[in-house]
């Protein structure tokens, strides 16, 4: 994960290099085309516009290629996270232990960033665990408590959820109150 953090900042800082690069050359052509009259500087309006139009089809060029490496960036990350739970589930030993979980969340008017945060499956243990988790309008959750519903006792577990849960970020939304209340359904099979 880190990693993908380190390649966007790589692909932006390139970004923003072109875009200062580009500004830099168009304002030393810009030099070139000023009719120098009396005491002041004047630009033919023709050659503004030309300039000004330049600019953006750079700056939409730069912003297309900047989302191509965003979206080839989120294809590896994905596929990394895949593969390493392809591994981890292929092997037979935590497979036959470990019981798969799954997360279900439920927010008014708000979704999670990437993926709920999954807590650590312990050995044997099935069941479901019911979160309820508030947020502020970041989507920044600071509370968790286990909710009715829940059906595993086993105090590792619920804390694992209660982790898990404020692990979770949820996307930012402007329109939402200050708190907002919702809740994650962990189920172990």
Known sequence: MENSKGLKLVVLLVAMLAIWN????ETVDRGSI???????LEIPEEDVY?????????????????????NKIDRISS?????????????????????????????????????ATLPDAKAGCTGVVVIEVKMNQLGMVGS??????????DEDVLYSCK??????????????PRTSIGTITYTFN
């Open 22 to 25: 580009t500004y830099r050359i």
């Open 79 to 115: 596929s990394r996270t895949s593969a390493t739970r392809s591994t981890t589930t292929s092997k037979p030993a935590r497979a036959a232990s470990k019981p798969k979980v799954e997360a279900k969340v439920r927010v008014e008017n708000r979704y999670v960033q990437n993926r």
């Open 144 to 153: 968790a408590t286990v909710a009715s519903g829940t059906s595993i006792t």
């Open 163 to 176: 982790e898990a849960a404020l692990k979770t970020d949820f996307a930012y939304n402007p329109d939402a």
């Open 50 to 70: 030309a300039r000004i139009a330049i600019l953006e089809e750079t700056v939409a060029e730069l912003q297309s290629t900047v989302m191509a490496q965003q």
């Open 34 to 40: 000023l009719d120098f009259q009396s005491d002041s």
